[in-house]
């Protein structure tokens, strides 16, 4: 069981927008700007496509976006292409002293379809 | 270019020790925080350890706790976990990785190293 909820899939077709959640407590994502996403290819390392909810990184497409809303946060993936189709994990700082300092999300697989 | 390229996974014992290098190159090491994040074989990201651009804070996952150790070495800009005590719920790919300053967000990740605990 992992810290941060997110559903285990989602699937689009190209061209059209999608959106994965990801939802943990005032302990992590409700409490601290700390939200990361990651993409990851099959047999790929992560790669960061947003940081502090909604900061995207140099090199990123704009069709990708953060948000948060309390103790949930989001990725928007918009005119979806083939290339999107991966896992998804978000992370969150946490206070929780049982955690440790980062907690991930259990990641999403998205299909494009 | 940022590269971090890992090395030392490999196949242990359980109740064995391992130690994970990780080389860093095209940036300023010694001003970047540095993370180890785990894989297990068809699963999930998992946090494991953190060490600050100096070395002199450090954290770890419950789930390491006491069995691993994290350091650094600034003037060989490499990054190490020494792992011992291993199980088999060990048994992953282990990533090192930049951390952007204080935002536990990673930036760059190293191409990742197996290690496999079995008898």
């Known amino acids: 069981q992992s810290a941060l909820t997110q559903p285990a899939s989602v699937s689009g077709s190209p061209g059209q927008s999608i959106t994965i959640s990801c939802t943990g407590t005032?302990?992590?994502?409700?409490?601290?700007?700390?939200v990361s996403w990651y993409q990851q290819h099959p047999g790929k390392a992560p790669k960061l496509m947003i940081y502090e909810v909604s900061n995207r990184p140099s090199g990123v497409s704009n069709r990708f976006s953060g948000s948060k809303s309390g103790n949930t946060a989001s990725l928007t993936i918009s005119g979806l292409q083939a290339e999107d189709e991966a896992d998804y994990y978000c992370s969150s700082y946490t206070s929780s002293s049982t955690l440790g300092g980062v907690v991930f999300g259990g990641g999403t697989k998205l299909t494009v379809l | 270019e940022v590269q971090l390229v890992e090395s030392g996974g490999g196949l242990v014992q359980p109740g064995g020790s391992l130690r994970l290098s990780c080389a860093a190159s095209?940036?300023?090491?010694?001003?970047?925080?540095m993370n180890w994040v785990r894989q297990a074989p068809g699963k999930g990201l998992e946090w494991v350890s953190y060490?600050?651009?100096?070395?002199?804070?450090?954290y770890y996952a419950d789930s390491v706790k006491g069995r691993f150790t994290i350091s650094r070495d600034n003037a060989k800009n490499s990054l190490y976990l020494q792992m011992n005590s291993l199980r088999a719920e060990d048994t992953a790919v282990y990533y090192c990785?930049?951390?952007?300053?204080?935002?536990?967000?990673?930036?760059?990740w190293g191409q990742g190293t197996l290690v496999t605990v079995s008898s």
């Open positions: 095209g940036f300023t090491f010694s001003s970047y925080e």
């Open positions: 005032s302990s992590d994502v409700g409490g601290y700007n700390y």
């Open positions: 060490i600050s651009s100096s070395g002199s804070t450090i």
């Open positions: 990785a930049r951390e952007i300053v204080a935002t536990t967000a990673f930036d760059y």
